[in-house]
């Protein structure tokens, strides 16, 4: 599907609204704009591509609570804000593809998913999270860029199938908060700055892989952890309903 030529497209489904192959909004031939007002989640079943050869790719998705956006192929933005526009409105966007994905020219994130069933997903520049960012499946690949989070903002994880090649980092000053929703063994997801991670949050068992620091409160939601021979230290306060 292509969107050019200044055409404007709405739209209004409150069902999930599915694209066989790749989603263009923007080429050689004219602006393109995609504007979802909707309740229904959009599934792009290979590429997503926002603004070519000057031309203004403009993509605002819906307000709404289940209007998220899922892609199977590669995402792309190109001439970063300039051409390639993205109005996020705090809708996760969810890269679910089955095999190798990347995401280019997008610098900023509210909600991102990461959902890979069988290979890897990369970036190609340093990335801020300012909500969360949700670790379900495969490999979040980030090379030699960064993963920023924002103060007071998640790292969601499910399960050690879902993975991150780095450790995400903070500025001076802020935290980040941890879900684990899965039994799992911690890695990369928790960084290994002391300073970095305020609260975390668990409703599976987990095993701690590496000694690690959190700053404020520890949610033992009926789940156990296993420190594994590693050292927990916990500068704040223990809700528990399980054991460590």
């Not at 989070?149 to 199938?161: A, F, I, K, P, V």
Request: without cysteine; charged residues 15%; glycine residues 12%.
């Amino acid at each position: 599907v292509v969107i050019q030529e200044n055409t404007i497209v709405f739209s209004n489904n409150t069902a999930t609204l599915s694209t066989r192959n790749s989603l263009i909004i923007g080429s050689a031939t004219g602006i393109g704009t995609f504007n979802i007002n909707s309740t229904g989640a959009v599934q792009v079943g290979d590429e997503l591509r926002l603004g070519a050869d000057g031309n203004i790719g403009n993509l605002t998705l819906s307000g709404g609570v289940g209007g998220d956006l899922f892609v199977s192929g590669d995402f792309t933005k190109n001439d970063n804000d300039a051409v390639g526009i993205l109005n996020q409105n705090l809708r996760e966007i969810v890269l679910n593809g089955s095999s190798v994905q990347s995401i280019t020219g997008v610098d900023t994130f509210s909600f991102l998913g990461i959902d890979n069933s069988a290979a890897s997903i990369s970036v190609d520049q340093d990335v801020l999270i300012t909500n969360r960012l949700r670790l379900a499946n495969g490999s979040f690949d980030t090379g030699a860029f960064s993963i920023t989070m924002e103060d007071g903002s998640e790292l969601q994880r499910t399960s050690n199938l879902a993975t991150i090649t780095s450790e995400p980092i903070v500025d001076s000053g802020d935290r980040y908060n941890i879900s684990y929703l899965g039994a799992l063994t911690t890695a990369n997801e928790w960084s290994s700055n002391e300073e970095a991670v305020q609260d975390v949050y668990l409703n599976q068992d987990i095993a701690i892989g590496n000694d690690r620091t959190l700053n404020q409160s520890l949610t033992l939601d009926g789940a156990n952890i296993d420190l594994n021979g590693n050292t927990l230290r916990l500068k704040g306060r223990n809700t528990s309903a399980g054991s460590f």
